[in-house]
């Protein structure tokens, strides 16, 4: 329920800067509906009160005129990496958090990176509020030995090391602990009970660990629809064993054609939802990494996505190159049907989850190629509602889910009295058409206030 009583603090705290937004229609993700002209009071970088018309805005406070417009609560964005990628292309992460304001992502989870460089930029986003989101840290991939990414990689394949490392994580101020694709099921058991003894969120990009043992174990969310997917297969027949002369391409191929098939309501992969269902584990299915990189990075919709333009260009030329060197997939011309099909199977499977009552998030992994800062959280938006979701589930995912997956419900993800000052401004009714999150007028970070068009100036381009 959204706060509608006046905060008795308001006129004494005089030193504080006073913003009243008036007449918008506020998108409460809670209950999924629209509130209309309501005046919404920022004080300092905090909600001080969601009003009724009639009620009085306090003597010489900023007023901004919303009649017609429509308030959502400030997008969150569950899966980026502010050092890996960046790096190869030598774009540091302060170049590119303009684009996050810019698209009304006020805050972002790092999923996995080298933890000195990930903490200096947090630090660095809270000193620039008008200029960054929020931003909070994930540990490295943890991993096996050696690393499948030696830049943000940390092996660790000893569950009787576990414990002095989540201490040391703790110790840098970490909030969420990610398992990578190497992970034995021992180490990924141990990760999630001493990270919970600290309090803190546990993920995983699945590899080696299976999602069956991974949700059992109590893992609280899985990053990417790939890590529910590859474990959805039923047991394949007993026969002659697969043909060992196939070529690498032989093989990727194959893969393809059975996800392509694979008929989702097999009794492993309805078995699957409903412990995902049971043990409350949060989704995070990243379509748009899997659209605009894996499977479509061919397509011309998405290489010449206007969207990508938007980032440095050292971080746009150096896309194809890192595609180049990372393919794990057939992307020739001759396969674009099959990767098609396997797209649609992945957003069959999320609207399979919401129908289910899985918790879904919204993320992106930004910044992987063609899936720039920002933007492709809106992209990701489009594609939740391609999956199946209504709008208003679509932004409950973006806001309030993703601020339970980090725990800060209570001071993120809808806008409420007390909590921070995140929302953003649109020209027009996402619920009518989740595209019309991008006709943004404004974007109100912790009370910073911010023209999107000013903040793109914000990045080099060159």
Request: with cysteine; aromatic share 6%; charged share 20%.
């Amino acid at each position: 329920m959204l706060g509608l009583f006046f905060c008795g603090s308001l006129f004494a705290a005089t030193t504080l800067t006073v913003t009243v937004i008036r007449g918008g229609s506020v998108f409460d993700p809670i209950s999924g509906k629209l509130l209309p002209n309501r005046t919404v009071v920022i004080e300092g970088d905090r909600i001080a009160g969601v009003w009724s018309p009639e009620r009085t805005v306090p003597d010489g406070a900023h007023v901004i005129d919303a009649t017609g417009k429509y308030l959502i609560p400030g997008l969150i964005d569950a899966h980026v990496h502010l050092v890996h990628v960046l790096d190869f292309a030598h774009v540091t992460g302060d170049e590119i958090f303009p684009l996050f304001l810019a698209a009304g992502v006020t805050t972002v989870r790092d999923a996995g990176d080298s933890i000195v460089a990930e903490k200096l930029l947090a630090r660095y986003a809270e000193a620039h509020p008008s200029l960054a989101p929020r931003v909070f840290l994930a540990s490295p991939l943890i991993d096996s030995d050696p690393p499948y990414h030696r830049d943000v990689g940390w092996a660790l394949a000893d569950p009787a090391k576990v414990p002095a490392f989540v201490e040391d994580m703790s110790s840098w101020g970490v909030r969420t602990l990610k398992l990578y694709v190497g992970t034995e099921r021992p180490v990924g058991r141990r990760i999630i009970e001493e990270g919970h003894l600290h309090g803190m969120v546990v993920t995983a990009h699945l590899g080696n660990y299976r999602a069956q043992d991974a949700v059992a174990d109590g893992i609280d969310c899985l990053e990417h629809i790939s890590s529910v997917f590859d474990y959805s297969f039923p047991p394949r027949p007993t026969g002659p064993q697969e043909d060992a002369t196939k070529s690498a391409t032989e093989s990727r191929r194959e893969s393809l054609r059975r996800s392509a098939e694979l008929d989702l309501n097999n009794p492993v992969a309805r078995d699957l939802v409903a412990e995902i269902v049971q043990h409350h584990v949060f989704i995070d299915p990243t379509l748009v990494v899997f659209r605009n990189m894996i499977l479509l990075s061919d397509a011309r919709e998405i290489y010449a996505n206007p969207d990508n333009n938007t980032v440095p260009e050292r971080l746009r030329k150096f896309w194809p190159q890192y595609i180049e060197e990372n393919d794990g997939i057939d992307s020739s011309p001759e396969t674009v049907n099959l990767r098609m099909k396997v797209q649609a199977k992945y957003e069959e499977l999320t609207g399979i989850m919401y129908a289910a009552g899985v918790p879904l998030l919204a993320g992106t992994d930004a910044p992987e190629p063609f899936t720039p800062p920002g933007l492709s959280l809106l992209q990701e938006l489009e594609l939740l509602v391609k999956s199946g979701l209504p709008p208003a589930a679509v932004l409950a995912s973006a806001t309030i889910q993703n601020a339970q997956s980090l725990r800060e419900a209570n001071q993120l993800g809808s806008i409420e009295e007390g909590k921070f000052a995140d929302l953003v401004i649109l020209d027009a009714n996402p619920l009518a058409d989740i595209r019309n999150t991008r006709k943004i007028y404004r974007v109100i970070r912790g009370g910073n206030i911010s023209d999107p068009r000013e903040l793109l100036k914000m990045v080099p381009t060159q």
